[in-house]
């Protein structure tokens, strides 16, 4: 069992940065792949970024790609997801998920452990 709570959303301009928090509780983070989903007002969650057991390898949504960079660090228990040059259509409360196991799944369900979510608006 993991629990997991984002941090780190706020609201900025357009071509501004943020850097996203995920903390997880428990002793087995390294056994997850986790990954990034955000939802955007009227529309269906979607796939952002996952990243592997060890992050050394990554996935990324075309939308993101270049711009948003996914990392973790497992002896603190923390998912990141750096946003660079952020874009107006980027607004959406972003979710950090996780499942036991190796290899990428693109579909939410896939993910069986879900944060709150944290709001990032850009404006412009």
């Known amino acids: 069992q993991v629990q997991l709570v984002e941090s780190g959303g706020g609201l900025v301009q357009a071509g501004d940065s943020l850097r996203l928090s995920c903390a997880a509780s428990?002793?087995?983070?390294?056994?997850?792949?986790m990954a990034w989903f955000r939802q955007a007002p009227g529309k269906e969650r979607e796939f952002v970024a996952a990243?592997?057991?060890?992050?050394?390898?990554?996935d990324y949504a075309d939308s993101v790609k270049g711009r948003f960079t996914i990392s973790r660090d497992n002896a603190k228990n923390t998912v990141f997801l750096q946003m660079n040059s952020l874009k107006p259509e980027d607004t959406a409360l972003y979710y950090c998920?996780?499942?036991?196991?190796?290899?990428?799944?693109?579909?939410?369900?896939?993910?069986?452990?879900w944060g709150q979510g944290t709001q990032v608006t850009v404006s412009s």
């Open positions: 990243i592997s057991l060890g992050g050394s390898s990554t």
């Open positions: 998920a996780a499942r036991m196991g190796a290899g990428y799944y693109y579909s939410g369900p896939a993910y069986k452990y």
């Open positions: 428990g002793r087995t983070f390294s056994s997850y792949t």
